[in-house]
């Protein structure tokens, strides 16, 4: 079977997906829309193809005609589209079919709540065979754009459990001489959607009545500036350790170093950074949103905070740092979690399953 899958970019989670596809028999081909991220550094897995748009540049009719041109020439059994108005509804206008559409989350949380973002939304869903997502609540928006349930497949992307696996984090602590601390890490890019300022502003509130308090930030993003002025007005910059983006293969000593991971995200499906976390046995602090509610339990292995509220996040910093030796018993269950739920090899074939409902609601051979 030839497989159109088609992206926004070129990020660790294409790379998930198009390495898990280059190891079926597949003829699998790649259209990258954009050329922007710098976050993924591994080149594409073998036996992946990629293709280009031609004389794509510049209005939506152009490019709806380049992809109709490249789907005529290539004539895929698949075309695997999202995040959802970036990539499905031009494929759609294009003609695609059968068309898988895959939700990238905020692409149905945040852009398809109104105006232009949700009618390219029900536009595309509507023109979609089969409808892909990491969680209930971008389910429930699905259905209410009119996908019938039938045609949506659930399941968390989940992680690779033997790379993100719990171990020892001293090196990095020592080499920050963070030995005798209490770290909390965020892993999410220093965008507004993510929350960092209302993680920030909670930590300093925590760090206030606990000496020793560390923040750990991985990643980068347009309020860094922001947030180390926020830091050193508070007199905590020399409490934080920026480690910028932190390749693939170093992410679990960063995550094995860490105490607690804490996310303050406004809109999430699946977090696929909480996974990573939860995987290396991390309890975690979240916030009170759908999506995270699926994976954290308060009492169980974290706690929730109201979504945007710095200062019951900080209560939430200070209850953990207060638990001392129990707090162990909460990321071990984070691991149970990640083991039952958020392993990627027991759920990658939900994408597989997902062609081969398209092909068959299609009227094609089965995959």
């Known amino acids: 079977m030839r497989i159109l899958y088609f992206s926004r970019d070129y990020t660790s989670h294409d790379h998930r997906f198009l390495d898990g596809l280059a190891a079926t028999e597949h003829d699998v081909h790649y259209l990258r829309l954009e050329k922007q991220s710098l976050l993924e550094r591994r080149p594409l897995p073998e036996g992946i193809e990629p293709v280009e748009l031609s004389g794509s540049k ?53 852009d398809a709540e109104r105006g232009w973002g949700r009618w390219q939304a029900t536009y595309a869903l509507r023109r979609s065979d089969v409808f892909l997502c990491d969680c209930e609540v971008v389910r429930q928006r699905a259905m209410e754009l009119g996908v019938s349930p039938d045609r949506i497949i659930v399941f968390p992307w989940g992680v690779n459990l033997t790379h993100f696996s719990p171990g020892d984090g001293v090196q990095l602590r020592r080499e920050l001489g963070w030995e005798d601390t209490f770290i909390v890490l965020s892993s999410r890019s220093f965008e507004p959607i993510y929350g960092v300022d209302t993680l920030v502003k909670g930590w300093i509130a925590a760090a206030k009545e606990n000496p020793r308090l560390r923040l750990l930030m991985l990643g980068s993003g347009s309020q860094e500036s922001m947030l180390r002025d926020l ?137």
Not at 239 to 262: K, M, N, S
């Open 58 to 110: 510049g209005s939506l009719v152009m490019q709806t005609c380049a992809i109709g041109k490249l789907l005529r020439t290539l004539q895929p059994d698949i075309i695997h589209a999202g995040p959802v108005q970036a990539c499905a509804f031009p494929a759609a206008l294009a003609g695609a079919h059968p068309l898988v559409t895959m939700s990238w989350g905020s692409d149905m949380l945040v």
């Open 231 to 367: 830091l050193e007005g508070a007199g905590f910059l020399g409490r934080v350790h920026f480690a910028g983006q932190v390749a693939f293969e170093d992410l679990p000593a960063h995550l094995r170093t860490a105490d607690l991971y804490v996310s303050a995200s406004h809109s999430d499906g699946s977090s696929i950074s909480l996974l990573e976390s939860m995987a290396c046995g991390l309890p975690a602090v979240v916030s009170d949103i759908p999506g995270n509610r699926e994976w954290v339990e308060p009492g169980v292995n974290g706690w929730w905070f109201a979504d945007g509220y710095d200062q019951a996040l900080g209560e939430a910093l200070t209850e953990a740092v207060q638990m001392g030796e129990a707090l162990s018993a909460y990321g071990a269950r984070s691991r149970i979690i990640a083991e039952a739920r958020a392993n990627w090899q027991d759920n990658f074939p939900k994408l597989l399953e997902g062609y081969h409902l398209a092909r068959s609601l299609a009227g094609g051979s089965e995959v």
